[in-house]
């Protein structure tokens, strides 16, 4: 009779467990949202997801791994149209975790500005990921790996930046963060030695010469006065 018990008592406390467990299970191609986000199942054996569409608006932090009830994914992919035509989206944080971004990702997000992602590496990404509004967006990516995503096949065409790089300013010849007189003689000094790098090409008429001193005048003077 105690072992009975005893039984009873274990398989009591087991099966809320048990049925907590399967509850944030889902097959393959199973949906979940957690934090207003939805998820899709991508694997019959690997707790995988990938971010699926939905109605997303703001700013968009997707984590690395996603709890849904006891069950814990790893966020592997951004799904095809994920983001698509969500025009209130204005910026968006992926993980190191990612390693796709599908079809018509971010297509039609007409206020996105900006993408950061956590890769050092690029990952897998759609050639029309960004569709519509490639010119607008900026792609922020770990520093030192600026130059691994200008090599890879389609980020290339994108702009991308370093996380904490700032605009260049026109004229900035010395790097020191403002236009002045030093500049000029940077100019001058690149003039007399007959470069032929365009940076230098303040006027753009396609040639580097004295022209473009006094473009660089005018740029100061009107710093200046600004």
């Known amino acids: 009779m105690k072992q009975r018990f005893v039984k009873w008592l274990f398989l009591t406390m087991l099966l809320p467990m048990s049925t907590s467990v399967f509850a944030g299970l889902v097959d393959k191609g199973g949906e979940f949202i957690v934090n207003g986000i939805k998820y899709i199942r991508t694997s019959d054996t690997q707790l995988f997801a990938e971010v699926a ?5 703001g700013s968009i932090d997707i984590p690395a791994s996603v709890q ?3 069950v814990t994914y790893e ?3 951004i799904g095809e149209e994920a983001f698509a035509d969500n025009t209130d ?3 968006v944080t ?3 975790s990612i390693g796709y971004i599908g079809a018509s990702a971010f297509s039609g997000c007409t206020g996105l500005t900006s993408v950061t992602m956590g890769n050092a590496e690029p990952c897998n990404l759609a050639e029309n990921a960004f569709a519509g509004i490639a010119d607008k967006v900026t792609i922020w990516v770990p520093v030192g790996s600026k130059a691994a995503y200008l090599a890879a096949d389609v980020w290339k065409d994108l702009n991308i930046k370093e996380i904490g790089e700032t605009d260049a300013i026109e004229g900035d010849f010395n790097n020191d963060n403002k236009v002045s007189v030093a500049d000029i003689v940077a ?6 030695a007959s470069t032929t790098d365009m940076k230098f090409d303040l006027n753009g008429d396609g040639n580097v010469s004295v022209a473009d001193i006094v473009a660089l005048a005018n ?3 009107n710093t200046s006065n600004e």
């Open 219 to 221: 740029i100061i003077a």
């Open 94 to 96: 992926l993980p190191a």
């Open 68 to 70: 849904n009830i006891e």
């Open 89 to 91: 989206l204005t910026d």
């Open 187 to 192: 100019l001058a000094n690149a003039i007399a």
């Open 75 to 77: 966020v592997t992919g």
């Open 53 to 57: 569409a939905y109605s997303y608006t």
